[in-house]
């Protein structure tokens, strides 16, 4: 049943952005099959519809859980409508209870897209990468997927063009000898620099 409901949202998202951007795909043979944390850069509310809407490839949907702030699950209505999709995220604290959740999905098979910004960035600004999104790749076994979103913060009527691009996905690494907290630092600075190189490749 949540993968018909998946396909119904799929395909009301599809039509909307159809009619309001231009939305170009890149890298989708890099898609993951089974389990993944697909990590992107932040810098609109509709950054996870993008990047959703692009997993779709030739093999399938790709249904994905989001990493959300729980916020989103103090609205009722909105809460009986997305809570399927959504692994709750208390922002600005260590909240082991998603971690477990996401690395539980994760060692399912299921796929996760995560925003390791945490928060959403404006262009060129700098900010904090969450380690998290490492530790849950390192512990599970699932690949992380860099991924990079063009900014969409203009008004949606005038067509602006959005790409979504998927590069390859990869295992983080610990160097023997090295602190955990060390290794996650390292991966997720890496992580980002992945990501920006994905958006450098566009221009």
């Known amino acids: 049943m949540a993968a018909v409901i998946y396909r119904i949202y799929y395909w009301a998202v599809w039509i909307y952005t159809h009619l309001f951007y231009k939305f170009h795909v890149h890298g989708s043979e890099n898609v993951v099959d089974g389990p993944a944390v697909v990590c992107a850069n932040h810098s609109s509310m509709m950054d996870p519809l993008m990047v959703a809407l692009g997993m779709r490839n030739s093999r399938g949907y790709n249904q994905p859980k989001f990493l959300a702030k729980s916020e989103l699950g103090s609205v009722p209505v909105l809460r009986s409508i997305i809570s399927f999709l959504i692994v709750y995220v208390r922002r600005g604290e260590s909240d082991i209870a998603a971690i477990k959740k996401s690395i539980e999905h994760l060692k399912s098979g299921g796929r996760l897209i995560v925003f390791p910004e945490g928060r ?7 900010s904090d990468v969450k380690t998290g999104v490492i530790m849950m790749s390192m512990r599970s076994g699932a690949p992380v ?8 913060r203009k008004p949606m009527f005038c067509r602006r063009r959005i ?5 390859e996905a990869y295992m983080p690494r610990k160097m023997s000898g090295e602190a955990t907290s060390e290794a996650y630092r390292r991966e997720a600075d890496e992580l980002m620099r992945r990501i920006e190189k994905l958006g450098e490749n566009l221009k």
């Open 145 to 152: 997927q860099p991924t990079f979103v063009t900014e969409c």
């Open 163 to 167: 790409d979504v691009v998927f590069g």
């Open 120 to 126: 959403r960035v404006n262009e060129g600004e700098k």
